[in-house]
């Protein structure tokens, strides 16, 4: 199970931290997805839980850090120079995709709620 928190209002070039409590099973990948609206679900990272292999979307590299908790069980996306176009409801996930899969949604099992993170300009 996935419980996903931290999203809000914020303004163009701001920061927001997301948070995402894990329990259960723990699975070879965990990623953070977004969904604009009248826009289909993207891809926005993905970390592996055995060597800490980190992937993210071209949009997001250099401003999004993905990270995890092992211990709390908590997966972490710290978004900084936030801009409008990253307003969107930010899902997190978990499965076991091969690295073919690691940034298509077939390769995750599990979701979280969804939180809504909006930028203002």
């Known amino acids: 199970q996935l419980q996903a928190s931290g999203g809000g209002l914020v303004q163009a070039g701001g920061s927001l931290r997301l948070n995402c409590a894990a329990s259960g099973r723990t699975f070879r990948s965990y990623a953070w997805f977004r969904q604009a609206p009248g826009k289909e679900r993207e891809f926005v990272a993905a970390i592996f839980y055995g060597n800490n292999g980190k992937y993210y979307t071209d949009s997001v590299k250099g401003r999004f850090t993905i990270a995890r908790d092992n211990v709390k069980d908590t997966l972490y996306l710290e978004m900084n120079s936030l801009k409008p176009e990253d307003t969107a409801v930010y899902y997190c996930?978990?499965?076991?995709?091969?690295?073919?899969?690691?940034?298509?949604?077939?390769?995750?099992?599990?979701w979280g709620q969804g939180t809504q993170v909006t930028v203002s300009s």
């Open positions: 996930s978990a499965g076991d995709p091969i690295l073919t899969y690691v940034r298509a949604s077939e390769g995750y099992k599990i």
